[in-house]
């Protein structure tokens, strides 16, 4: 692996290390745009920002799995950060959960080798995980709950104000439908929701950019991608389900995705049934008062 200053001369003063080797087409150029801009649309539309400038600068903890989702977040808050556009800090965070022939190297070199902030910390969640989930079960929901908690700590240790996560508008999608299909609610992830304990918020800054352009994008820098073997190992997971329809569904009519997701910011709650958002009853005055100014 190349180290920081042989990648700080190639790569000249205008560009971060995390975009060492970036391609030089077109095509690429305008992935990295797209990306840039949808993830500072997020920030902006959910307030993720503090704009007060009397108060402290804020410190994120950028979850960093080794997926293509997290290369992803933490290349496009980089660049955000290195253009004067995202005025916070950046401390990357792995959570090294024990799972067996876990590359335990990797992330450290990697980050290291690109002057990111990091912290490396373990947390036998694996174990956990595999003595309390019953043969058959998913893991996902109890290994989820452990990590948050283990980041939720780290982020107050180090003084963070916000838990950032590498969920894609596809996980977002994806998510709305296991509440439709399974919950019987109307929900999915929130772009960013403060804690139970109302001290830590967590982002989702990529909450826009679809999985194609994450992969895309993580393909074409060649980062160092780490497969999560807990989660990936288990067939007929429901998310896997989703995803397939809604695979199915973008190849019967492109830009499906996109209308889903445009429906998820358009919400109408008097076309909908939820009395605690619309006030049915109520419509009987409103039409009378209507009525009498006529």
Not at 66 to 85: H, I, M, P, V
Not at 254 to 260: H, T, V
């Amino acid at each position: 692996m190349l180290d920081r200053d042989d990648i700080a001369a190639d790569a000249g003063d205008d560009i971060h290390p995390l975009f060492h080797g970036a391609p030089k087409t077109t095509e690429f150029r305008k992935l990295r745009k797209r990306i840039i801009r949808e993830t500072r649309e997020a920030i902006d539309r959910y307030g993720m920002v503090d704009r007060d400038p009397s108060g402290p600068r804020q410190r994120w903890l950028v979850c960093l799995s080794g997926g293509k989702d997290s290369y992803t977040l933490l290349a496009a808050l980089t660049e955000l950060q290195w253009r004067g556009l995202l005025p916070v800090d950046i401390l990357a965070c792995n959570l090294d959960q024990g799972q067996p022939g876990f590359p335990a190297t990797v992330l450290p070199e990697f980050l290291t080798a690109m002057g990111v902030p990091h912290r490396i910390e373990y947390a036998d969640t694996y174990s956990i995980v595999m003595d309390k989930v019953p043969q058959g079960r998913t893991y996902c929901a109890l290994c989820s709950r452990l990590r948050r908690g283990n980041l939720y700590r780290i982020a107050r240790e180090e003084g963070c104000s916000a838990v950032v996560l590498g969920h894609h508008r596809d996980d977002i999608l994806e998510t709305f439908f296991l509440n439709l299909f399974h919950g019987g609610k109307l929900a999915t992830m929130p772009p960013r929701l403060v804690n139970d304990e109302g001290d830590l918020f967590v982002h989702r800054p990529l909450a826009h950019v679809s999985e194609a352009d994450c992969e895309a994008f993580s393909r074409a820098m060649g980062y160092p991608i780490i497969p999560c073997d807990l989660c990936g190992s288990q067939d007929g997971l429901q998310r896997q389900v989703i995803k397939r329809m809604l695979d199915e569904w973008e190849a019967r009519a492109p830009g499906r995705r996109g209308k889903i997701f445009s429906a998820l910011m358009t919400a109408r709650p008097s076309h909908l049934l939820d009395t605690e958002l619309f006030d049915f009853a109520g419509l009987a005055q409103l039409a009378t008062a209507q009525n009498s100014k006529n």
